[in-house]
């Protein structure tokens, strides 16, 4: 009986250990043509999943051959929040793998319908052809906030507060220890630093994350250096600290940003510094 036991015990572990791990990969759209945002691919034996769908339709083109060297299956992409620079590239991912599903939670999905046209008016100017036209490319409700993969189920934390607004989430991946972070997270990047009850509440979604103690960590949007772990809270913490101390020393926005260019140079996302900026050092009014 023991050494029955004992052999269906080894069996068991046997399994365990010949079962394929799933892999994390991160594609890296660099730069203001990618947005410097990031899309997961996670992939089991046969399938792969996607979080986030990369913003510019030729970065997508470019996600999307990497999905196809893979050789794996995608099955399901997921969009953490309705903003176009983890919504836009769905127009190439929907084409050239049209039997994926595209899901979302039901608040993203309505935000993602109702802000398009807007959305897609306002970024036309700077990249043109390079976004999807006015006509949405849109996810699916899904019914219950978890993903699965191959048998694995991903529990989907959402309606959080990001960086830069409510309603974002992130993704846990149990057997990886993993959090796909959408705009919770940053590394190395010069982000959004919000203020009052926002920062507050946004920190609060950082301690739900930190509290999955996660080896691994997507952030939303990373520079040169990210290392995609828990030492990404370090840095957005100490970025914000300095942020703060900053905004106290400068006199008006040309002050501030060299300031922050000095003490943080070659991070990524400079084409949004500006308008970081101008959140606490308004232009003074045309005409006056
Ligand atoms: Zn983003």
Do not use: C
């Given at each position: 009986m023991k050494i029955k036991l004992l052999l269906s015990t080894l069996a068991l572990a046997a399994v365990a250990m010949a079962q394929p791990k799933l892999q994390l990969k991160v594609h890296h759209g660099a730069g203001q043509n990618g947005y410097d945002v990031n899309s997961t691919m996670i992939s089991g034996e046969k399938d792969m999943l996607v979080i986030d769908p990369?913003?510019?339709?030729?970065?997508?083109?470019?996600?999307?051959?990497?999905?196809?060297?893979s050789k794996k299956n995608l099955a399901i992409i997921y969009v953490t929040h309705p903003h176009p620079d983890h919504l836009f590239g769905?127009?190439?991912?929907?084409?050239?793998?049209?039997?994926?599903?595209?899901?979302?939670?039901?608040?993203?999905?309505?935000?993602?319908?109702?802000g398009w046209p807007a959305r897609q008016k306002f970024w036309f100017p700077t990249y043109g052809n390079n976004i999807p036209g006015?006509?949405?490319?849109?996810?699916?409700?899904?019914?219950?906030?978890?993903?699965t993969l191959e048998g694995e189920n991903f529990p989907i934390t959402g309606g959080v507060q990001g960086a830069d607004g409510p309603g974002n989430s992130?993704?846990?991946?149990?057997?990886?220890?993993?959090?796909?972070?959408?705009?919770?997270?940053?590394?190395?990047?010069?982000?959004?630093?919000?203020?009052?009850?926002?920062r507050e509440?946004?920190?609060?979604?950082?301690?739900?994350?930190?509290a999955l103690n996660p080896a691994i960590i997507v952030p939303g949007?990373?520079?040169?250096?990210?290392?995609?772990?828990?030492?990404?809270?370090?840095?957005?913490?100490?970025?914000?600290?300095?942020?703060?101390?900053?905004?106290?020393?400068s006199h008006d926005a040309a002050e501030m940003?060299?300031?922050?260019?000095?003490?943080?140079p070659g991070l990524g996302m400079e084409f949004t510094?500006?308008?970081?900026?101008?959140?606490?050092?308004?232009?003074?009014?045309k005409g006056k």
């Open positions: 990369q913003f510019s339709l030729s970065e997508a083109h470019r996600l999307a051959a990497e999905i196809l060297e769905l127009a190439v991912l929907h084409q050239a793998f049209p039997s994926a599903r595209i899901v979302a939670l039901p608040a993203t999905v309505n935000a993602a319908k109702t006015p006509e949405p490319v849109l996810p699916e409700e899904l019914t219950t906030p978890v993903l992130f993704v846990y991946i149990p057997s990886l220890k993993a959090v796909v972070t959408g705009d919770i997270m940053f590394d190395h990047v010069y982000f959004g630093v919000p203020r009052d009850k926002a509440d946004w920190l609060k979604t950082t301690e739900q994350i930190v949007h990373e520079g040169p250096g990210a290392t995609r772990d828990l030492a990404t809270l370090a840095f957005m913490k100490k970025y914000i600290a300095d942020w703060d101390a900053n905004v106290a020393a940003r060299a300031k922050v260019l000095k003490q943080y510094l500006n308008d970081r900026v101008a959140t606490y050092f308004p232009a003074a009014t």
